[in-house]
């Protein structure tokens, strides 16, 4: 079992689809997207990656779904830089947590 596969049962048992698609062109520079639209929740991986950036996307977009999916303001940010800023960082401690967390679980065998 590795990490990855972890997350991915994470993201299951919660109903999120996770997808691993290659993107278009005018994407390439997209790790990943959370979205939450008519009672769904999805999740984009960009498939040309690297493992270990799919690995964190993963937990990032996971991030996006445990905090974010209900609160945030999508006008507010798009428009607000230091709001969509604050909540990135937000994910992307999450994710930190949740992958530390998951390799200590890993390397112990639980
Ligand atoms: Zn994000």
Redesign the pocket.
Known sequence: MSVYQELLKIAKRRHIRVIEESLPEELVFFN???AHCLDMDMIVINKDKPWKEKEFTLA??L??YQLHRLTVDLAYYEADNDYHNF??DE??RFANRLLAFLAWRLERGL
């Open positions: 990943g997207i959370f990032h977009e991030g996006h909540i990135e994910a992307n």
